[in-house]
C-alpha cells in the first residue's frame, strides 16, 4: 500500500501559477505511474495530468495542456504538477493518484491522497 500527502495548494490570482507535490511513501512508490485528478463542487473527479514511472511518458487532460506540467523525482518519491496560466474553471481539489500503470481514469488508480485544494480568483 501507497501512503500519498500532497502540498502546496492555496488561492491564486488568474493567470498565476502554483505547484503542488505529491510524496509517496511505501516500498513500491517509485515504480509505480503517478498523477493528479481533480474535482469541483458540484461536479465529478477529471483527470488532470499522469507520469509514468521513470517520469519519460506523460498524458495530460485537453484543458490543462500547454499550461501545466507534471515531474517526478524518484530519489524523493515525489511528484509535483506545476500550474502556470490558472483560470478560475482550474479552481477544486486536487488529489494525487498511484497506479500500476499509467492512467486516465479513476478506476485504474490504486491509492489516492487526501486532497489539496486549489483556488482561483477571477
Known amino acids: 500500500q501507497v501512503q500519498l500527502v500532497e502540498s502546496g495548494g492555496g488561492l491564486v490570482q488568474a493567470g498565476g501559477s502554483l505547484r503542488l507535490s505529491c510524496a509517496a511513501s511505501?516500498?513500491?512508490?517509485?515504480?509505480?505511474?503517478m498523477g493528479w485528478f481533480r474535482q469541483a463542487p458540484g461536479k465529478e473527479r477529471e483527470f488532470v495530468a499522469t507520469?509514468?514511472?521513470?517520469?519519460?511518458?506523460?498524458s495530460y487532460a485537453n484543458s490543462v495542456k500547454g499550461r501545466f506540467s507534471i515531474s517526478r523525482d524518484n530519489a524523493k518519491n515525489t511528484v509535483y504538477l506545476k500550474m502556470n496560466s490558472l483560470k478560475h474553471e482550474d479552481t477544486a481539489i486536487y488529489y494525487c493518484?498511484?497506479?500500476?500503470?499509467?492512467?486516465?481514469?479513476?478506476?485504474?488508480?490504486?491509492?489516492w491522497g487526501q486532497g489539496t485544494p486549489v483556488t482561483v480568483s477571477s
Open positions: 511505501g516500498r513500491t512508490a517509485s515504480s509505480l505511474a
Open positions: 493518484a498511484a497506479a500500476y500503470g499509467i492512467f486516465t481514469t479513476p478506476g485504474g488508480v490504486a491509492s
Open positions: 507520469v509514468n514511472w521513470s517520469g519519460g511518458t506523460t
